[in-house]
Nanobody
Framework: QVQLVESGGGLVQAGGSLRLSCAAS????????MGWFRQAPGKEREFVGA????????QYANSVKGRFTISGDNAKNTVYLQMNSLKPEDTAVYYC???????????WGQGTQVTVSS
C-alpha cells in the first residue's frame, strides 16, 4: 500500500522559509516523477512544482519560480520542497503526489498547512 506523508508545515512570517518533506512508503520516488501542489481556502488545487529524477529536470509554477526548490534524498525515499521568501499568498495546504503527471492512479499525501503572516 502506497503512503505519502507530508510534514514541515507551520506558521511563518512573510519573507521567512520553510522546508516541507514528503516521505513515501510503498513507492520509490526515484523511479518516477512527482509533484507538489497546494490548495488555498476557496480555491482549486494548483500546481507548485514537479521533479523527474531520471533526468534531473524540475518544473515550477511561475508564482514560485526562484523561491521554491524541490530536492530529494533517495536513501530516505523522501522529497523536499524548500520554500524561501514566503509571501502571504503562499498560504495553503501543500500536497505531494506521485506519479506525476497526475493520472487517476496518482497517490496523494494528506497535506500539510502552511500559513504565511504579513
Amino acid at each position: 500500500q502506497v503512503q505519502l506523508v507530508e510534514s514541515g508545515g507551520g506558521l511563518v512570517q512573510a519573507g521567512g522559509s520553510l522546508r516541507l518533506s514528503c516521505a513515501a512508503s510503498g513507492w520509490i520516488f526515484s523511479k518516477s516523477a512527482m509533484g507538489w501542489f497546494r490548495q488555498a481556502p476557496g480555491k482549486e488545487r494548483e500546481f507548485v512544482g514537479a521533479a523527474s529524477w531520471s533526468g534531473g529536470s524540475r518544473q515550477y509554477a511561475n508564482s514560485v519560480k526562484g523561491r521554491f526548490t524541490i530536492s530529494g534524498d533517495n536513501a530516505k525515499n523522501t522529497v523536499y520542497l524548500q520554500m524561501n521568501s514566503l509571501k502571504p499568498e503562499d498560504t495553503a495546504v501543500y500536497y505531494c503526489a506521485a506519479p506525476y503527471p497526475v493520472v487517476s492512479t496518482t497517490h496523494w499525501g494528506q497535506g500539510t498547512q502552511v500559513t504565511v503572516s504579513s
